[in-house]
């Protein structure tokens, strides 16, 4: 992949975030990256959605970049997401990515959808 887009202080990936990430893209072919994006859905009204995806950055995308890990959030999207912190969980209940996201009014109790 060339050049990134800049990095966005916005949003946060965190140390587990970008290890799973990086182990994801590593099974995956060369220039492969995670885009994080929000759709309308889910049974709060909006829900995230991860989708591994071979194409550069746009010129409006938010490209977080820590190690091998490489996440890509469009403009749109970020809109609903500033200031939130990507982290991966590995608990009792599964393994998940999970997105602590500040400007979300309530969440579902599986904490893939939000309101804001």
């Given at each position: ?45 909006f829900q995230y ?21 490489v996440v890509l959030?469009?403009?749109?999207s970020l809109e ?37």
């Open positions: 992949m060339t050049a990134l887009a800049l990095a966005s202080p916005d949003v946060v990936l965190t140390d587990r975030a970008a290890k799973r990430v990086s182990r994801i893209l590593s099974k995956e072919p060369e220039g492969t990256v995670l885009r994080i994006s929000v759709a309308g859905g889910g049974c709060s009204g959605e991860y989708n591994l995806v071979q194409e550069k950055p746009a010129s409006d995308d938010i490209v977080l970049s820590k190690g091998d890990a959030i469009d403009s749109m609903f997401m500033g200031g939130a912190e990507i982290d991966y969980v590995d608990d009792l209940i599964g393994q998940s990515f999970q997105i602590k996201n500040p400007n979300a009014v309530a969440s579902c109790g599986c904490g893939t959808s939000f309101a804001v």
